[in-house]
């Protein structure tokens, strides 16, 4: 079995580390990551410039490009054949609700499904980031797991690991995606040159935290998995809309 692995820490985040580390140990891995933080960068490609590839002294490769540009040039140009999983983190902090719009752990394993392939992504939820030993073997566990079924279809899975020792784990819960309230207002500062700038800012708190969401297994120690799909077409409104546009 090929696990291509990636992320959107940056090829030198821990997390990548410890995930390629335990990965190792079950199947060949080939790593692929951006060559610094891109936090955020969600589903976007890189169109107006050229990727440049480099191999780093622990042989993780790295691209100066997004986290599904990663996995794109992997899969599409880069290896010799079509990896069996790709799986993505372990992210620094929680990517539940409406996180997954905007991650690109997220964004590298979408990418993945959506060439074929079977996909995780993984993140690690808390504030210290001390375990990512427990994401790891989440994660081996999850791969074993799923890698003796046979599949229909490619599937993507979002993971969300409290960051406690694995013994303090409180099972696995099959969960939906639960909801933030909006975000924070930006942040007005100033630059050195005295200019005006913004920061983003915080993600809201839990608003749909209920049983059966990412946020309420989360909170109860329990790692949290949810299946998703990237079908956006809202089906409820189809007839909504040919209506108004037969009336004109």
Same mark, same amino acid.
């Given at each position: %079995?090929?696990? @291509?692995?990636?992320?959107?820490?940056?090829?030198?985040?821990?997390?990548?580390?410890?995930?390629?580390?335990?990965?190792?140990?079950?199947?060949?891995?080939?790593?692929?990551?951006?060559? /610094?933080?891109?936090?955020?960068?969600?589903?976007?490609?890189?169109?107006?410039?050229? &990727?440049?590839?480099?191999?780093?002294?622990?042989?993780?490769?790295?691209?100066?490009?997004? #986290?599904?540009?990663?996995?794109? %040039?992997?899969?599409?140009? %880069?290896?010799? /054949?079509? #990896?069996?999983?790709?799986?993505?983190?372990?992210?620094?902090?929680?990517? %539940?609700?409406?996180?997954?719009?905007?991650?690109?752990?997220?964004?590298?394993?979408?990418?993945?499904? &959506?060439?074929?392939?079977?996909? =995780?992504?993984?993140? @690690?939820?808390?504030?210290?980031?001390?375990?990512?030993?427990?994401?790891?073997?989440?994660?081996?566990?999850?791969?074993?797991?799923?890698?003796?079924? =046979?599949?229909?279809?490619?599937?993507?899975?979002?993971?969300?690991?409290?960051?406690?020792?694995?013994?303090?784990?409180?099972?696995?819960?099959?969960? /939906?995606?639960?909801?933030?309230?909006?975000?924070?207002?930006?942040?007005?500062?100033?630059?050195?040159?005295?200019?005006?700038?913004?920061?983003?800012?915080?993600?809201?708190?839990?608003?749909?935290?209920?049983?059966?969401?990412?946020?309420?297994?989360?909170?109860?120690?329990?790692?949290?998995?949810?299946?998703?799909?990237?079908?956006?077409?809202?089906?409820?409104?189809?007839?909504?809309? /040919?209506?108004? &546009?037969?009336?004109?």
């Amino acid at each position: %079995m090929l696990i @291509l692995i990636s992320n959107d820490d940056g090829y030198f985040a821990p997390g990548l580390a410890c995930l390629a580390e335990h990965l190792a140990k079950i199947a060949d891995v080939v790593v692929v990551a951006p060559e /610094r933080d891109r936090s955020g960068a969600s589903n976007s490609l890189t169109l107006d410039r050229p &990727l440049k590839l480099r191999r780093a002294a622990n042989g993780f490769y790295y691209v100066n490009g997004t #986290p599904t540009d990663c996995v794109h %040039m992997a899969v599409t140009g %880069m290896l010799d /054949r079509q #990896p069996d999983m790709v799986v993505s983190g372990i992210n620094d902090g929680a990517n %539940m609700g409406d996180d997954t719009i905007y991650s690109g752990t997220v964004a590298a394993a979408t990418e993945g499904f &959506l060439l074929g392939i079977p996909s =995780i992504a993984v993140s @690690l939820v808390g504030k210290e980031f001390l375990n990512y030993e427990t994401a790891a073997k989440v994660t081996a566990g999850l791969v074993q797991r799923f890698a003796k079924r =046979i599949h229909s279809h490619p599937w993507l899975f979002n993971v969300n690991v409290p960051d406690v020792l694995h013994d303090q784990l409180q099972g696995l819960s099959v969960t /939906r995606l639960g909801k933030r309230h909006k975000a924070e207002p930006v942040v007005k500062a100033s630059n050195p040159h005295g200019e005006t700038v913004y920061w983003v800012g915080a993600a809201g708190k839990a608003q749909d935290a209920g049983e059966g969401t990412d946020f309420h297994a989360v909170s109860r120690q329990q790692v949290s998995l949810t299946p998703l799909q990237m079908d956006l077409t809202q089906y409820s409104q189809l007839e909504a809309v /040919r209506g108004w &546009l037969a009336q004109e």
